[in-house]
């Protein structure tokens, strides 16, 4: 029997990235993990990885008809959830002067409105004692360029650990976030040149106490407690970050 035997568990975003590494360390625990994404393709293979203990629902988290979808689903596959992952988000960059309304929207209604609503749909499906956790970002403590509107929506989610917590403690129901710092995902890797990438990568570990960059199982290990071993913690946002905002 692993840890998370007997577990049901929704990741939104689980498709690649954190998300993926997270549905990872849950399915090898024994979990049984929903994971989503706009993507078919990313699915695909995080199915392939993941094996049968993982079910794969393309979707939008900004279309509400989507994550009522998702919900049938899950009520179908699941019927009660035990931990729910608010982890899909974009992060454009979005220099003040050249910013759009276009862009503005588009990342609220990714970031934020798709975070409050995936709770509330799935909010009827989750058992007494579950966690909730969402993925904010060290963006929205400290302020960096060309990034104001993503920062602005994880403040928004921070709060909504908050308030969302208020609203489903009568429940049993524990709401956190996790706060991750920088994290080796690969992709600037895979955005960039190695030369770029490298440069890049010493600019931002100068400004980190534990000067490396963190890991994905590190975040995941940090959203996993929170979900099932923080049981006498709510409202409370995890920073995984090196120190960055605490020292």
Same mark, same amino acid.
């Given at each position: 029997?692993?840890?998370?035997?007997?577990?049901?568990?929704?990741?939104?975003?689980?498709?690649?990235?954190?998300?993926?590494?997270?549905?990872?360390?849950?399915?090898?625990?024994?979990?049984?993990?929903?994971?989503?994404?706009?993507?078919?393709?990313?699915?695909?293979?995080?199915?392939?990885?993941?094996?049968?203990?993982?079910?794969?629902?393309?979707?939008?988290?900004?279309?509400?008809?989507?994550?009522?979808?998702?919900?049938?689903?899950?009520?179908?596959?699941?019927?009660?959830?035990?931990?729910?992952?608010?982890?899909?988000? =974009?992060?454009?960059?979005?220099?003040?002067?050249?910013? $759009? &309304?276009?862009?503005?929207? @588009?990342?609220? !209604?990714?970031? *934020?409105?798709?975070?409050?609503?995936?709770?509330?749909?799935?909010?009827?499906?989750?058992?007494?004692?579950?966690?909730?956790?969402?993925?904010?970002?060290?963006?929205?403590?400290?302020?960096?360029?060309?990034?104001?509107?993503?920062?602005?929506?994880?403040?928004?989610?921070?709060?909504?650990?908050?308030?969302?917590?208020?609203?489903?403690?009568?429940?049993?129901?524990?709401?956190?976030?996790?706060?991750?710092?920088? =994290?080796?995902?690969?992709?600037?890797?895979?955005?960039? $040149? &190695?030369?770029?990438?490298? @440069?890049?990568? !010493?600019?931002? *570990?100068?400004?980190?106490?534990?000067?490396?960059?963190?890991?994905?199982?590190?975040?995941?290990?940090?959203?996993?407690?929170?979900?099932?071993?923080?049981?006498?913690?709510?409202?409370?946002?995890?920073?995984?970050?090196?120190?960055?905002?605490?020292?």
């Amino acid at each position: 029997m692993g840890k998370y035997s007997d577990k049901n568990v929704v990741i939104t975003g689980g498709g690649r990235g954190m998300g993926f590494a997270l549905a990872k360390l849950l399915v090898d625990g024994g979990a049984r993990v929903v994971i989503t994404g706009r993507s078919q393709a990313p699915l695909d293979a995080a199915r392939e990885r993941l094996g049968t203990n993982a079910v794969t629902v393309r979707g939008d988290v900004a279309v509400l008809s989507d994550l009522d979808a998702l919900a049938d689903r899950v009520k179908g596959e699941f019927g009660t959830v035990d931990a729910l992952f608010v982890n899909a988000g =974009i992060a454009p960059l979005t220099p003040f002067e050249s910013t $759009t &309304e276009k862009t503005y929207d @588009e990342l609220f !209604a990714i970031n *934020v409105k798709g975070a409050y609503f995936t709770v509330q749909k799935l909010a009827p499906l989750l058992s007494t004692g579950a966690g909730v956790v969402l993925t904010t970002s060290i963006a929205n403590v400290i302020g960096m360029p060309d990034i104001s509107i993503y920062a602005a929506g994880k403040a928004a989610l921070r709060s909504m650990a908050r308030s969302l917590s208020r609203e489903l403690l009568p429940r049993g129901i524990r709401v956190n976030a996790v706060s991750p710092g920088p =994290i080796d995902t690969g992709i600037l890797e895979n955005t960039m $040149t &190695e030369g770029a990438a490298e @440069e890049f990568k !010493a600019q931002v *570990v100068a400004n980190i106490p534990m000067q490396r960059f963190g890991t994905l199982d590190e975040f995941a290990s940090a959203a996993a407690f929170l979900a099932f071993d923080a049981t006498y913690t709510t409202g409370a946002e995890f920073a995984v970050d090196g120190g960055r905002t605490q020292l």
